[in-house]
């Protein structure tokens, strides 16, 4: 137990030395907006993720199958929409390789923008505008997904779980592994519950403007915070070898 707060704690603050500097509770800000923006986009948009994408591709098999409330066409757009992000997050790396902090502070503006467009189109159209969201949140989530990857810090991919709840278990004590980062690991999982709580619970009470409107302030926030971080000479900013 020990261990594994002392994990979370330095995952939430880290220490001046350690080799990801400040990345790892930008990230975790960025995990809890992708719950948010996924709440919004599977209660709100018909059953489609914007950030889960192998969420989608088993909804567009139970829709091509004939499964009643999924649109195979949501979910190609989503697919697509999301592919076009990543490789915009995949060229935005390829030019902004030197820093890792002034790359997350770029990508998470754009995204910010793309969020922020997507709220005002819902407001202006009451929802009815659902393939304009799907491109718009789709973007921007393949953009962090690509940019999450590029930045190399374990434990915390922002959209997918997958991989770390399997480590969580395969790699504790239990299972004869040495259990490393317990602590991020949970707080990843935990901090995609908060931001999927709060997007649902705006969702169920008719407020996805103000789910979409939390979600760019949460990316807004970790842009600046990014941006006001990034000396030209920090210790954490070259690429992880």
Known sequence: MRALLTDALRTLAPPRADRHGPLPPLLLLLTVATGVIDAVSYLGLGHVF???MTGNVVFLGFALAGAPGLSATASLVSLGAFLTGALAGGRLGSRTPAHRGRLLALATGIQTVLTAAAAVTDA???GSARYALIVLLGVGMGLQNAVARRLGVPDLTTTV????LTGLAADSTAAGGTAPRPGRRILSALAMLLGGLAGAALILHGQSVTALALAAVLLLATALAAHRVSAPD???????A
């Not at 779980?161 to 770390?164: E, F, H, Q």
């Not at 920090?234 to 992880?240: D, L, N, Q, S």
């Open 234 to 240: 920090a210790h954490w900013a070259p690429p992880v």
């Open 124 to 126: 202006v159209t009451d």
């Open 161 to 164: 779980l997958t991989l770390t």
């Open 50 to 52: 914007v950030a889960n």
